[in-house]
């Protein structure tokens, strides 16, 4: 049993039994905004409560809200205090819309590239991801809205995501998997939604080890775990596993029905079929059926108590009870301004050979499938419909002195949506993409545009989605085809890739500046003009490696995507840039790397003990913001005993004028030179142990050495 207040205790005596599964198992909203609902209690004063999707901005059904950028793009800031603030901003336009749960952020590892929702996720290290985690659930906290993070565990493909096992040792999974969640239970979260898949053999929201030992024992969880929709396996598995409020908890039709007496009622045996789709039919399980089980005593009493009164703590904790909570306000001024700081800053300078800034009176070729659209996101649960987006034609048009010219050069990348995909869902009546009315672009008519001006800067994407992994990494359509010939054609090449995360760049050495933009939300426009010249530094580092496809690990089918239902992740803690070092392969752009348009030297590095100190210099005339990263080496491990080259142990960011030097400090906790042993738990072995501080994982700029 959780521990809870004098209140929550008073109602749970008040309560009828019918009205505790009122509030443990989801019900259709009547006002049909929220992902989510539970209808409350009237008689005791317990109102209802709406929980929306997702991580990018919120997703009220039917409404508009600031689109910010993918979560990549904010973990590319390596900035949690910028995290803090966009959880925040999201919480405040969740109450606007009286939504008090907001289902964000996704703390999910990017353990393989090809993962349809990696955009939703933060970064292949487990401390960036935690740091970012924890922000984000800060700040959703500072605005009384419930914070949940997801998909508890090992949620790292789309492929085959509601039945697939992850086969993954302990190890593994206490310094990878779990330290994003365990940073946001540190951080006080309100709400941890289970996973679809399985973790070695069984489903997370059945999953009593990881739910009710680790999370809820171990780490003191005091808030409720949610199923993800259509996510819980059984009624008794689950409920004595932990869980404690199932969602959706009715059918599509029911929801129908609500809103508007329709019969839609989805045909099980076609839905259940689909890769990566749950299956709709699992609803309602902790209703009736929970009765049921607790009448015969295989579910306890007390297990729905204590379900109730996580649920009833987190309404209480959040004002909700009193019902003193703000309003909260949408679409502010400082929110629009936050998504395009954000983008601007997540964006990660790959290159630049003297191209970049461009003068205010270039003359640009602006060329790109997709130019005249912002991408504002990934498909599925965190598309969010923004009341304003720029695409990348309007804020360069509005920025620029000199001319502009536009040119598409091929066919446009059209978005994918799970809700495409969904069978139960009617969208025929939305406004699709703008109809193409312009005549068919050419690869030629973007390498005369290109030749006519100073500078071409392509715009190339990928699309993706929940539900659906990506095939390949690389860039779909003729866009490689594109670049190649406007870098052949000029000598003044800027690309500019917006990404769901790693995409092959086989002409990146052909281009004299690359930036990795992501999914930059409604902003896109104006934050690729902040940045092209120069009015805000390219703040970002690569949260991700990237590399062409064969040289990341887990590439035999058995580790990816899985045989029979399985995944092996054999790679253990090699993943990302713990296995291009371990393996010797130089990636394309390694983790953490990214230029800024200062420079930076670094100077006095000295190992406080729990701490690592140094004084970084911005000798540019130019303003800069550099991120400091402080790289863990070990000294050799016990015999038998396998440790990564590196790891990150912690950031600083730092915005420096021209000039100015700056002393930061990063903080080394224990964890940074643990290593976790299935019987001994954390442990750190004896000796030397070098941190490397630096300006990526492959660019040191100076060491210093700490015993332990
Ligand atoms: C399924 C997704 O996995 C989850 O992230 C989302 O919050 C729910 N659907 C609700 O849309």
Redesign the pocket.
């Known amino acids: 049993m959780s521990d809870t207040t004098d209140r929550v205790e008073r109602l749970l005596d008040e309560l009828t039994r019918d009205e505790k599964f009122r509030l443990v198992s989801g019900a259709a909203d009547p006002e049909r905004t929220a992902?989510g609902y539970l209808p409350g209690v009237e008689r005791l004063d317990v109102p209802e409560f709406r929980l929306v999707?997702?991580p990018l901005g919120v997703r009220a059904e039917g409404e508009r809200a600031t689109a910010f950028p993918a979560s990549l793009a904010l973990a590319a800031t390596f900035d949690p205090e910028l995290a803090r603030e966009q959880g925040a901003a999201m919480a405040r336009e969740a109450k606007a819309h009286n939504q008090d749960a907001l289902?964000a952020p996704g703390a999910n590892l990017v353990r393989v590239p090809h993962c349809g929702r990696n955009f939703e996720y933060f970064s292949e290290d487990p401390q960036l991801a935690a740091d970012l985690t924890a922000g984000v659930v800060e700040g959703i906290h500072d605005e009384d809205v419930v914070a949940t993070v997801?998909?508890y565990v090992a949620n790292n493909q789309e492929s085959n995501r509601t039945r697939v096992s992850a086969e993954v040792d302990e190890r593994t999974l206490r310094e990878l998997y779990l330290p994003a969640f365990r940073a946001a239970v540190d951080a006080g979260v309100g709400s941890v939604?289970t996973a679809?898949n399985r973790v070695n053999g069984t489903h997370l929201s059945d999953h009593r080890e990881l739910v009710s030992e680790v999370l809820k024992g171990e780490w003191g969880f005091e808030g409720y775990v949610v199923s993800?929709?259509y996510g819980v396996e059984s009624t008794v598995g689950a409920a004595n596993a932990g869980l404690d409020l199932e969602m959706p908890g009715v059918s599509p039709a029911a929801i129908r029905e609500a809103d508007d007496g329709g019969d839609a009622s989805p045909d099980a045996a076609d839905v259940s079929s689909l890769d990566g789709i749950p299956d709709p039919t699992k609803a309602g399980l902790f209703g009736e059926p929970l009765a049921e089980a607790i009448d015969d005593g295989a579910v306890s009493a007390d297990r729905l108590d204590d379900m109730a009164a996580r649920v009833l703590g987190q309404m209480e904790r959040i004002g909700l009870l009193d019902g003193d909570r703000d309003d909260g306000a949408i679409d502010t001024p400082a929110h629009r301004d936050l998504a395009e700081r954000i983008a601007a800053r997540g964006t990660v300078l790959l290159e630049n050979d003297d191209v970049l800034p461009l003068d205010d009176g270039t003359d640009v070729a602006l060329i790109g499938p997709n130019v005249r659209e912002a991408t504002v996101g990934g498909g599925g649960?965190s598309e969010t419909t923004p009341f304003r987006s720029v695409a990348p034609a309007e804020g360069i048009d509005a920025r620029a002195d000199g001319e502009v010219t536009v040119a598409r050069g091929v066919p446009e990348i059209e978005d994918v949506s799970l809700f495409d995909l969904l069978p139960y869902i009617d969208d025929s009546d939305e406004a699709g993409g703008d109809a193409e009315t312009t005549p068919d672009p050419s690869i030629d008519e973007a390498v005369a545009a290109a030749e006519d001006a100073d500078v071409a800067v392509v715009v190339v994407r990928d699309a993706t989605t929940?539900a659906r992994d990506r095939e390949t990494l690389e860039l779909p359509g003729r866009q490689d085809e594109l670049v190649e010939a406007v870098a052949d054609a000029t000598e003044r090449t800027v690309v500019v890739v917006n990404s769901s995360g790693p995409v092959e760049l086989p002409w990146h050495d052909d281009v004299e500046a690359l930036l990795a933009a992501w999914y930059p939300g409604q902003a896109h426009g104006d934050a690729l003009a902040d940045v092209l010249y120069g009015d805000r530094d390219p703040g970002g580092r690569l949260p991700v490696t990237f590399g062409p496809e064969e040289a990341f690990p887990a590439t035999d089918e058995t580790q990816y995507p899985g045989v029979d239902d399985t995944v092996e992740y054999a790679e253990g803690l090699f993943v990302g840039y713990r296995h291009f070092d371990a393996a010797d392969v130089e990636p394309t752009y390694p983790f953490g790397h990214g230029d800024s348009y200062a420079e930076f030297r670094y100077r006095d590095a000295e190992s406080l003990g729990d701490a690592v100190r140094v004084t970084v210099e911005n000798c540019a005339e130019r303003p800069g913001r550099e991120v400091v990263q402080a790289y863990v080496r070990p000294p050799a491990a016990p015999e038998g005993v396998e440790r990564p080259v590196r790891e990150l142990a912690g950031t600083a960011a730092v915005g420096l004028d021209p000039g100015e030097s700056r002393t930061v400090e990063i903080d080394l906790d224990d964890r940074a030179f643990a290593r976790y042993d299935p019987d001994d738990g954390w442990v750190t072995d004896e000796g030397t142990y070098t941190v490397e501080v630096g300006r990526s994982s492959r660019d040191v700029r100076a060491t210093v050495e700490t015993e332990r």
């Open positions: 992902t999707d997702g289902l997801k998909h939604m679809y993800d929709w649960s929940e």
